[in-house]
């Protein structure tokens, strides 16, 4: 079983419709969790980040965590044709400094105008 | 700053050639990981160095893989011989030790093709 696990897709919306993107996982020792945006042909790039349980949104975006589930999910509201990309899910442990993340393999999502 | 660089971007190559992809991260970083990504397995993370120092190299899948960072601005890796099953994209990224956010940068990729 991978530790990170996420459905690959891929997932067509319409424009304007919310998004929901999800990962499991299995290690309890995540605090940092994070989604990274890939455009075709491009290097993962940070969308946001957050640490411990709860939600956190940034405009059209809401990340939330679910630790006792071990369930984290991504919201997009409005959604864009310019939201049309790969998005990974990161972890990684607690230990200060500890720079090693866990990717899933990437929910490859496509919003039709 | 021009964010990471990566060369070549593009690399086709026959089975049993040596390859050498190359990766300037972001001045001022002093974290670097290599990773490789397909369809199949989606992003894997082969090393990363801390200061010019190989924290971990558990993701390397062979010995037929090697990497090496001489300097805080330059790190090679380097696959010999090449193998049809090592084609894939494969990205440099940086961060910065303590930085708020555990962001990594990442560069543009080495797209490699082994035939």
């Known amino acids: 079983q991978k530790e990170v696990e996420q459905d690959p897709g891929p997932l067509s919306v319409p424009e304007g419709a919310i998004v929901s993107l999800n990962c499991t996982y299995s290690n309890s020792a995540f605090q940092y969790f994070m989604w990274y945006r890939q455009y075709s042909r491009k290097g993962p790039e940070l969308l946001m980040y957050?640490?411990?349980?709860g939600n956190k949104e940034d405009g059209r975006f809401t990340a939330q965590v679910d630790k006792s589930s071990k369930y984290i999910s991504l919201f997009i509201r409005d959604s864009q044709p310019s939201d049309s990309a790969t998005y990974l899910c990161?972890?990684?442990?607690?230990?200060?400094?500890?720079?090693?993340?866990?990717f899933g393999t990437g929910t490859r999502l496509t919003i039709i105008p | 700053d021009a964010g990471v660089i990566q060369s070549p971007r593009h690399e086709v190559t026959e089975m049993g050639q040596e390859v050498t992809l190359r990766c300037k991260p972001i001045?001022?970083?002093?974290?670097l990981f290599w990773y490789r990504q397909t369809m199949m397995r989606g992003l894997e993370l082969l090393i990363y160095?801390?200061?010019?120092?190989?924290?971990?190299d558990s993701g390397m899948p062979e010995d037929r893989f090697s990497a090496k960072m001489p300097n805080a601005s330059f790190s090679t890796l380097k696959i010999q011989p090449s193998e049809p099953r090592d084609s894939a994209v494969y990205f440099c990224?940086?961060?910065?030790?303590?930085?708020?956010?555990?962001?990594?940068?990442f560069g543009p990729g080495t797209r490699l093709t082994v035939t």
């Open positions: 160095f801390n200061n010019n120092v190989p924290i971990d």
């Open positions: 990224a940086s961060s910065l030790a303590g930085g708020p956010t555990y962001e990594q940068y």
């Open positions: 001045s001022g970083h002093d974290y």
């Open positions: 990161a972890m990684s442990g607690a230990n200060f400094g500890n720079e090693k993340l866990t």
């Open positions: 957050t640490y411990s349980s």
